[in-house]
Every structure is written in C-alpha cells, then in structure tokens.
C-alpha cells in the first residue's frame, strides 16, 4: 500500500512542504525582516526629536504622549485604509502604518531614560563646563540606553507581530504565507510561518539584548561579596599575646 504524502493528508508536521516551499519561506522571511527594521529605524528617527521636544518643553509632553498613545488604539485595518490614498498598495503603506505604532512605545521609553539620569550627575557635568548638546550625548544619552533599549526590544518585538498585518495589501512577510494558507486551511503553511514569526522575534530579542550588555557593560559589575570563612573556627592567638577580642553580638528583639 502506497503511504499517502504528509501534503495530501495536510498534516501540521510536513518536512515535504519545507522542501519543496523553501525559497517561497525564505522570501517571506527576508521580506518580514526587511520591513520590520526600515519601520523600527525610521521609528527611533522620528522618536528621539519628539522625545526631546516634549522633555525640553514640558507643555508639548502631554499633546505628543496622547497623539502617539491615540495612534496605537487606531485599529491596523482602520490606519492602512486612512494611509491607503497616500501610498496606494506598496510597502510604503505598511512601514508607515508601523512606524506610526512604535512612536507610542519608544516615545515613552526614550523620555524614561532621559528622566533616569541622576541629577548629580547632570550637575558634575554642568561643574566640568559641559553644554546642553554634549551633556545629551555624553552624559545623560548613555545612562539612558538601558531604558531605551529596553523600549526598542519592545517596540521591534511588536513590530515583527505587526507585520503580518501588511498582508491585506501583500506585503505582509509571513504574513503573505498564513493569509494564503487560510482559505484552504493549508496547515504546514500557517504553522510553520507562524513558527518562523515566533522565532524571528525571539532571535531579535536576543540580538537587542546582546548589544545592550555591550553598551552598557557598568550594568554587569556586581558589588564583590565577602569572603567567607573556613569554618574552622576562630584563629589562635600569637605567642605571648591577647586573645582577639569576640565580635559584639546584636541584641535581639
């Protein structure tokens, strides 16, 4: 009896499929992630000026957090409709409609860090002759970047979920490959972009992450602990001298 293939029983598992769709997967994929960083880069571009508009002015914080907060509630189908006039049904469309959704996240981050920053050290910094741009970039910038990068690997993470949303106009990545899949419920299809999506965005995490640690390697330093003792008790007294004298002991209670 001839064994029926995995793709004509449409199983979830099929090693068939990853064979004979691999350049279709690999496309996807280098579309996904093409699409993801432009929209993260252009992001942070658009992100940082507003950040530092809203922490230089503090009347101009409260319309710029509420403009991108209002942004990211604008559901993906309602942003690329309104978008759809501006840019017809290119890539432009989506990057744009994601951009758009990561200023609410890195916006908030990039304020955080900055607000992070010690005021003694803002003070060191003005004592040693240090201007308002050189203070920014070498002062208060680099002990911000734990936030800020923590509002990156946020913001990318979302972003590579988001994508897939761009398949309504066909350049959605993956997300081409499970829109596809759908109306015949072809299952190797939707579950192994699914799975390449999940593992996009935990391989990014952890490239973000990497980089952190190497930016901020003062985060890695540990207070040395003491050296504890041998266990073998007290040490004996020199000859001919006193005895060290006991530890005083806490009064409990």
């Known amino acids: 009896m001839t064994t029926q293939s995995c793709l004509a029983a449409n199983d979830w598992i099929c090693g068939e499929y990853l064979r004979s769709r691999s350049q279709e997967l690999i496309d996807a994929t280098v579309q996904h992630v093409w699409i993801t960083a432009v929209s993260v880069v252009i992001g942070l571009l658009v992100a940082f000026p507003l950040a530092l508009l809203a922490r230089s002015r503090p009347s101009f914080a409260g319309p710029v957090l509420g403009l991108t907060t209002l942004l990211?509630?604008?559901?993906?189908?309602?942003?690329?409709?309104?978008?759809?006039?501006?840019f017809g049904l290119s890539a432009g469309l989506v990057i744009t409609g994601l951009v758009l959704y990561s200023l609410t996240i890195l916006v908030r981050n990039i304020m955080a860090g900055l607000d992070s920053v010690p005021e003694e050290a803002r003070e060191a910094a003005r004592g040693m002759g240090y201007g308002p741009g050189r203070m920014l970039?070498?002062?208060?910038?680099?002990?911000?970047?734990?936030?800020l990068m923590a509002g990156l690997r946020i913001a990318t993470v979302s972003t590579i979920a988001l994508t897939t949303v761009g398949s309504i106009v066909g350049r959605g990545g993956l997300g081409n490959l499970i829109e596809d899949a759908l109306p015949?419920?072809?299952?190797?299809?939707?579950l192994t972009a699914s799975v390449l999506c999940v593992l996009l965005a935990v391989v990014a995490d952890l490239l973000l992450l990497g980089v952190q640690r190497l930016l901020t390697p003062w985060t890695r330093i540990r207070t040395a602990r003491p050296v504890r003792g041998s266990g073998a008790g007290p040490a004996a007294p020199r000859e001919g001298g006193a005895a060290p004298a006991p530890e005083p002991v806490k009064a409990v209670g």
């Open 137 to 147: 970039w070498e002062v208060e910038l680099p002990l911000a970047l734990p936030a």
């Open 184 to 190: 015949s419920f072809f299952k190797a299809q939707v």
């Open 72 to 86: 990211y509630t604008i559901p993906s189908l309602a942003m690329f409709s309104l978008l759809l006039p501006l």
